[in-house]
């Protein structure tokens, strides 16, 4: 069965480090995958996609994703944070089927 | 470009009732996808619409339903609700080229049955 899986529930950092969000998928072939990010009582925005091409990704905020293939994952990064960054970030993939398979989502609390 | 709106916001109905929930999309999108979000079961699929026929469709029970409409709105129904189907409910277009299109969010319609 396809699915998306986010092994961290919830990520605490410090305001100025770096983040990274881990997501691995399976499916039969590699699909779209996306990152999206939700702020409290808000609506997903989205931060990235990867569809083909370059396995390094840049997106809004600052934000890049790294395909590995070998790994089955898409992970998340940024190299400084800012306490704006604080919200609940979602892994997604996509197989041409019209609909999108989340993660389990990761939550991010920024320390001062 | 206008994003995806989605109303009402809120909305509290008792167990029993039925409520309609209504989507319009990202000006030039044709595909409407709505999506269950609770704490417990995460972001869950619904159903998809592109051209006012569905093209794919979640495991939820048949008290879930859609249209869409000409002009790309989208609606869906739940008919006797029960505890359980409070939750966010998530809009989200795209174009509607491919099953793979990037899909736009909307704030959500936050439902609470009491």
């Known amino acids: 069965a396809q699915s998306v899986t986010q092994p961290d529930i919830h990520i605490t950092v410090s305001e100025g480090a770096s983040l990274e969000l881990r997501c691995n998928y399976s499916?039969?072939?590699?699909?779209?995958l996306f990152w999206y990010v939700q702020s409290p009582g808000q609506g997903l925005q989205l931060l990235l996609k990867?569809?083909?091409?370059?396995?390094l990704v840049q997106g809004i905020k600052g934000f890049e994703a790294e395909f590995k293939r070998s790994q089955s994952s898409f992970n998340l990064r940024k190299p400084s944070v800012h306490w704006s960054d604080a919200a609940e970030y979602f892994c997604a993939a996509s197989s041409n089927d019209y609909k999108l398979s989340f993660g389990a989502g990761t939550t991010v609390t920024v320390r001062a | 470009k206008a994003g995806v709106t989605q109303t009402p916001r809120y909305l509290i109905k008792t167990r029993g009732q039925q409520v309609t929930l209504s989507c319009s999309p990202i000006?030039?999108?044709?595909?409407v996808s709505w999506y269950q979000q609770t704490p417990g079961q995460g972001l869950q699929f619904l159903f998809e619409?592109?051209?006012?026929?569905?093209?794919n469709k979640g495991n939820f029970p048949g008290r879930f339903s859609g249209r869409q409409f000409s002009n790309s709105r989208s609606e869906m129904n739940v008919s006797t609700l029960e505890l359980g189907d409070s939750a966010l409910y998530l809009c989200a277009s795209s174009g509607g080229g491919a099953g793979t299109d990037t899909q736009y969010f909307g704030p959500g319609t936050r439902l609470t049955v009491l």
């Open positions: 990867y569809f083909s091409g370059d396995t």
């Open positions: 499916y039969g072939a590699t699909p779209y």
């Open positions: 000006s030039g999108h044709r595909s």
């Open positions: 619409y592109f051209s006012e026929t569905q093209r």
